[in-house]
């Protein structure tokens, strides 16, 4: 059994900060890349930002000098910290994980967490 679980959204001010967890428990096996996702009301879920075991980044264009991904491997965590945010960052931001599990290390699953919403008042 493997849970995903994103804390740290709210809602905030144009041009402040939040910063969002999210980390990965239960029987696992190795993490490969962790990431997060946005969703905005009436639009589709779309990429954020992706760090791969190994340390590679991907960002969305708009996101690029404002948000910064990272993991901490030892406690199967990734984090966004988001500055400058802008009203159109306001979603339900959520993240995953590509896990291989102790049963089945020969797979990898992404799991998905539950979803973080995100406010950011103009």
């Known amino acids: 059994q493997v849970q995903v679980v994103e804390s740290g959204g709210g809602l905030v001010q144009a041009g402040g900060t939040l910063r969002l967890s999210c980390a990965a428990s239960?029987?696992?096996?190795?993490?490969?890349?962790m990431g997060w996702y946005r969703q905005a009301p009436g639009k589709q879920r779309e990429l954020v930002a992706v760090?791969?075991?190994?340390?590679?980044?991907n960002y969305a264009d708009s996101v690029k000098g404002r948000f910064t991904i990272s993991r901490d491997n030892a406690k199967n965590t990734v984090y966004l910290q988001m500055n400058s945010l802008k009203p159109e960052d306001t979603a339900d931001y959520y993240c995953?994980?590509?896990?291989?599990?102790?049963?089945?290390?020969?797979?990898?699953?992404?799991?998905w967490g539950q979803g973080t919403q995100v406010t950011v008042s103009s």
């Open positions: 239960g029987s696992i096996f190795s993490i490969n890349a």
């Open positions: 760090v791969a075991s190994g340390g590679r980044l």
């Open positions: 995953n994980a590509d896990i291989r599990t102790k049963s089945w290390s020969d797979v990898q699953y992404r799991y």
